[in-house]
């Protein structure tokens, strides 16, 4: 998820404008910024790796020429955060410069080909490719123009993307276009805007125009002109009028960074199904050969490695050790060894717990994989192998849209490896498959018809002095997630164990009313959690179930419950189960007035141990 930024005005200098609406999109990605500006019929272009103002200290990035110009701020997923893989990137005759925004999947094809035709690549993005596509289609058909090669071009192109084009040889205007990535048009009184998003030039104007998939934009001193990618059939659409505060655009109108999260998943779910083939086969041939697994992380990154290890042993038959980092070293600093493989899974990539457990398990010289959302953070320099989620920045401290990314990432782990291994039958796998390529919908579907629904438990239970988070076998790392959810941004003390364990010591803590929440899957363990349900309840618990819509009888012995669609495969559960919890920890929040953005006592990544 980065920023695109690009503005055509009738006079005055692009540059510092372009450097301004960047630094409000920075919440989209700071790995490096970008700016190239166009001036009688040249490209100027400023670029480096690091965070927007670092880099205008040095560069000074309003002093430019030309006013009209693309500018960009990066989150790394192809290429590591270097100068080299910086936006704009341009052609072999750097007559063309481009930014994008999202993630084109079948780049290394489209980039085999070109190599082939003789074009020469400086950075390892996915981005490149369009700036030399377009360029091959202006040799090979010089009288189309910009604006119709780009169109070509982005018919090649599969994933997503919301670019914005110059080229020296059409010095007059830019050329945009998109497909899923987000792209609105800012029309002003002497300029007209391209963005990512509405806080770039919120307070330049409020006029936008909001750019469907498949279109492509002319923008010129004449305004702008929308035409359809697949017939170049032209579009007419008038501005809308923006209401938001610039603070409430930055979190597209949502009061919230975490609810704004919560929503983003069907999209971040999305291109976890999108990552590349070679690193998610690499990693699994790692883990098929090792002798033993630990998976290693802290907090929420923990929950995932919990849900990882049922995943593995039940579709790959592959035993892994689910660990927290703080205690890894404690637990098997003796042991492990040069056979020992460590995934080591945190979203920020910095977490000092997760690091020192990674640092210890290479003294000893063991193999270092990572799941990361950080592309160039430390945890990727130190990894021998790693998969960059591509969840995008995640503001709000409470991890949500990262936790669902690693839960995809892992299942399609699980999976390649039970290919692997030829531990499930075909049929088997197309199922999961197909289910997992529905997930992005599934979530969508469950935002949409149970958010109210979590609002009205949130409060009713608002003044609960304690709740139980409960649930068998995958589901335990559901209930583990949702009761760190409740504590951290509405402290709630909480506590979550495996339901068979409740009647081990637990159960003598309920009493009448005291709330129960169960992750109840229609799963193998489905049964046997009915009669913990009911072990609950006859001691006057309060049952909060998180159930499938076809589900009658635990909703017959709920006090309240919400539903998921039906049919979900066991060890992808946890993703559209988790969802409802996450809402009932940020409606618990306001309920109780804290502000779920910024817990107390809690910072977005632990770099202390
Ligand atoms: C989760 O909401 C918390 N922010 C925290 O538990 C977090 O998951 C933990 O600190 C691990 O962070 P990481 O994934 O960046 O390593």
């Known amino acids: 998820m980065c920023g695109i930024f690009g503005c055509v005005l009738t006079q005055g200098n692009a540059a510092p404008l372009i450097h301004e609406s960047l630094k409000r999109l920075e919440y989209r990605g700071y790995d490096s910024v970008g700016i190239t500006t166009l001036e009688n019929g040249v490209l100027f272009t400023k670029k480096d790796q690091g965070k927007i103002d670092d880099v205008h200290r040095i560069l000074n990035l309003d002093d430019m020429p030309g006013s009209i110009g693309i500018g960009h701020t990066r989150w790394a997923t ?58 091959q289609n202006l040799k090979d058909s010089p009288s189309t123009g910009l604006a119709e090669a780009v169109r070509e071009a982005t018919k090649r192109l599969d994933g997503s993307y919301a670019i914005a084009v110059v080229s ?3 010095p007059d205007k830019i050329i945009c276009a998109r497909n899923e990535s987000p792209l609105v048009l800012g029309v002003g009184e002497n300029a007209i805007y391209c963005a990512s998003d509405i806080p770039a030039f919120l307070p330049l104007t409020n006029r936008a125009v909001f750019i469907k998939n498949g279109e492509l934009i002319v923008l010129s001193r004449s305004g702008y002109e929308i035409r359809k990618i697949h017939d170049n059939s032209v579009v007419t659409r008038e501005p809308e009028v923006i209401e938001w505060s610039p603070e409430a655009a930055v979190k597209q109108g949502y009061p919230h960074f975490m609810v704004k999260e919560i929503h983003e998943q069907p999209g971040t779910l999305r291109n976890t199904l999108r990552l590349q083939d070679d690193y998610l086969d690499l990693i699994s041939t790692f883990l098929d050969r090792a002798t033993e697994v630990f998976l290693v992380a802290c907090g929420t990154s923990y929950h995932a490695c919990l849900a990882a290890s049922y995943m593995f042993s039940k579709l790959a038959y ?115 498959e197909e289910k997992l390529s529905k997930l992005p919908s599934t979530v969508e579907t469950i935002i949409n018809t149970q958010e109210s629904k979590m609002k009205q438990i949130a409060h009713k239970y608002k003044d609960a002095k304690v709740f139980f988070f409960l649930g068998r076998g995958v589901s335990t790392a559901t209930a583990y997630e949702g009761r760190l959810k409740l504590m951290e941004i509405a402290y709630v003390p909480s506590i979550a164990f495996p339901a068979g364990e409740s009647k081990h010591g637990p159960i003598s803590l309920i009493e009448a009313g005291f709330p129960v929440v169960f992750v109840c899957p229609k799963d193998g363990s489905h049964r046997t959690l009915i009669g913990n349900i009911m072990e609950m309840k006859a001691r006057g618990a309060s049952i909060i179930s998180v159930v499938e819509e076809d589900d009658e009888e635990i909703k017959s012995l709920s006090d309240d419950y919400v539903c998921v669609p039906c049919g979900i495969p066991e060890i992808l559960s946890p993703i559209p189960f988790v969802v409802p919890l996450q809402m009932l920890a940020y409606f618990m929040a306001l309920e109780r007035g804290y502000n779920p953005d910024m817990p107390r006592n809690l910072a977005k990544s632990v770099t202390v141990k």
């Open 78 to 135: 192809h290429g590591a955060p270097l100068k080299v893989n910086a936006h704009p990137h341009v052609d072999c005759g750097k007559t063309i410069a481009v930014v994008h925004n999202g993630i084109i999947e079948n780049f290394s094809e489209l980039k085999q080909e070109l190599v082939n035709r003789g074009h020469v690549f400086a950075s390892k993005t996915d981005t490149e490719v369009v700036a030399h596509l377009i360029e």
């Open 168 to 170: 020296s040889n059409e």
């Open 318 to 432: 592959l035993p892994t050790y689910p660990v927290y980092a703080s205690e890894f070293v404690e637990q098997h600093g003796k042991s492990v060894n040069i056979d020992s493989t460590i995934l080591a899974v945190s979203q920020s990539g910095e977490t000092a717990d997760t690091l020192a457990a990674v640092t210890a398990s290479q003294l000893r010289a063991a193999t270092i994989l990572g799941l990361t959302n950080a592309i160039g953070s430390t945890l990727t320099r130190v990894s021998r192998v790693y998969i960059g989620q591509q969840s995008g920045p995640e503001i709000g401290v409470a991890a949500t849209k990262t936790f669902t990314s690693q839960l995809s990432v892992m299942a399609q782990l699980a999976l390649r490896l039970a290919k692997k291994r030829g531990k499930v039958s075909q049929d088997e796998m197309d199922f999961i």
